[in-house]
């Protein structure tokens, strides 16, 4: 049973950093698509960014692109979420997922995602 289990968010302001991790297990990810999304109060949930898990390829949804990063650690079996010059509109529970493998035409699809971690609060004061 694969489980995924976020960490690092927490409250920052505008202009600052975090880096959230997403500790996975159950099985080898080599061959795995992970993912992060975000639901703010009141909203959907929406792609932030996704990253293979076999090269470290990622894409990144245009809002974050140039100040969040998405990296992993293939020894702990964990990915991560730098976030950089944070906006008070990146204020949302951040969620990380997974899925068995890699289709480029699906990254950004919610219901693609096999595994979901419990979500993390990142709130970005003005």
């Known amino acids: 049973q694969v489980q995924l289990v976020e960490s690092g968010g927490g409250l920052v302001q505008a202009g600052g950093s975090l880096r959230l991790s997403c500790a996975a297990s159950?099985?080898?990810?080599?061959?795995?698509?992970m993912a992060w999304f975000r639901q703010a109060p009141g909203k959907e949930r929406s792609f932030v960014t996704t990253?293979?898990?076999?090269?470290?390829?990622?894409y990144s949804a245009d809002s974050v692109k140039g100040r969040f990063t998405a990296s992993r650690d293939n020894a702990s079996n964990t990915a991560f979420l730098q976030m950089d010059d944070l906006k008070p509109e990146d204020t949302a529970v951040y969620y990380c997922?997974?899925?068995?493998?890699?289709?480029?035409?699906?990254?950004?699809?919610?219901?693609?995602?096999?595994?979901w971690g419990q979500g993390t609060q990142v709130t970005v004061s003005s």
């Open positions: 997922a997974a899925k068995p493998a890699f289709h480029r035409a699906t990254v950004e699809w919610i219901k693609s995602y096999t595994y």
């Open positions: 159950g099985r080898t990810f080599g061959t795995f698509t």
């Open positions: 990253l293979r898990w076999s090269d470290g390829y990622t």
